[in-house]
């Protein structure tokens, strides 16, 4: 049943979320001993030589078509894995991971906002109040439930480089429905190469400018983490979602980022919750709440009709 898989798709986000809030505490726990570009090229490196050997035969199958849709794809590869986690992992140099986990919950209103300016696509009165209530929830942490703070509003470097990579994700979010119709291991794997050639050149300056990897027991298991969980397992989730639930629903489920990540940050890396954190991650859960509520009206009244699974089984 459509409600079955759709259900099935947003338990299947929720994961992906604990794994993306661990990329993000990786990236903040190991800055200064990985540089961020040369993290995010090892990443699609070693994903990209995992995911090899079982994607050849589907990207001989699909390349016909992978070359008839090179531009979606390639702007693709570029949003999502070439930009988005060289600027993340930029960015935590310079923030905590808490900071960065908050202000990646803005990417719901931003998929919002650019649905409508790319596709003229309309959210319900319920979807949009969940979505207002989880920025409002983001809003409140970041300015520590202090009106002031808001009127005299400077962002950090590490801050704004964050809320760049926000932009970038929501927008490769809204143009997932673009991809081609090919495997979803093609996509993928097609996707981590153009990651590989557009960091490989950035990894290399770092490298020139004397930005060394301090190796370690904790430096290696960091790379071996971000590669698996957050590339190979997570990518292949959000992409399925997102063709199953739409770019709306797939872009809140970011929401939960960071209810589990300023937790985890807590628990491994020492950094503080403060009483307004709880008042925005409870605002977050409403938002949640009504999201899914906006979810069971649609399949109620028969409105919703996922975008079919793109890829052959």
């Known amino acids: 049943m459509a ?22 505490i990786v990236g903040r726990a190991v800055a200064g001993q990985i540089p961020p570009l040369t993290l995010a090229f090892f990443r699609w490196t070693g994903a990209l030589v995992l995911l090899a050997p079982f994607a050849l035969r589907s990207l001989r199958r699909d390349r016909p078509e992978l070359k008839r849709a090179w531009k979606p794809v ?6 999502g894995i070439g930009t988005f986690n060289s600027l993340l992992y930029s960015g935590l140099q310079f923030t905590t991971a808490t900071n960065a986990l908050l202000l990646q919950a803005a990417v719901p209103g931003v998929v919002l906002v650019l649905d409508r300016v790319f596709f003229h696509l309309r959210s319900g009165a319920v979807q949009i109040a969940g979505t207002l209530a989880t920025m409002v929830g983001v809003v409140f942490i970041v300015f520590e439930g202090d009106p002031a703070r808001a009127l005299a509003l400077h962002l950090g470097r590490g ?5 760049v990579s926000v932009l970038v994700w ?8 673009l991809r081609p119709q ?21 990894a290399l300056w770092e490298w020139l400018e004397g930005l060394r ?12 983490y971000v590669t698996l969980f957050p590339s190979l397992v997570s990518y292949f989730i959000y992409n399925y979602a997102a063709g199953q639930l739409g770019a709306a629903r797939a872009g809140q489920s970011i929401t939960l980022l960071p209810v589990f990540g300023a937790l985890l940050s807590a628990l491994l890396l020492g950094e503080v919750l403060h009483w307004y954190h709880a008042v925005g991650m409870a605002l977050i859960c409403v938002g949640i709440a009504l999201g899914l509520m906006a979810l069971r009206r649609q399949q109620a009244g ?12």
């Open 3 to 24: 409600s079955n898989s759709n259900y099935r798709a947003m338990a299947l986000l929720a994961l992906v979320m604990v794994f993306w809030a661990g990329n993000s």
């Open 74 to 79: 390639l702007v693709l590869g570029l949003l």
């Open 159 to 163: 801050d704004a480089l964050v809320l």
């Open 170 to 177: 929501s927008t490769y979010t809204v143009l997932l429905k």
């Open 182 to 202: 090919v495997a979803p291991v093609s996509f993928v794997a097609v996707t981590f190469a153009i990651g590989v050639l557009v960091n490989a050149p950035l």
């Open 213 to 224: 990897i301090v190796w370690s027991t904790g430096t290696v298991l960091a790379l071996v």
């Open 302 to 313: 028969g409105a919703l009709r996922p975008a079919p699974l793109e890829g052959k089984p």
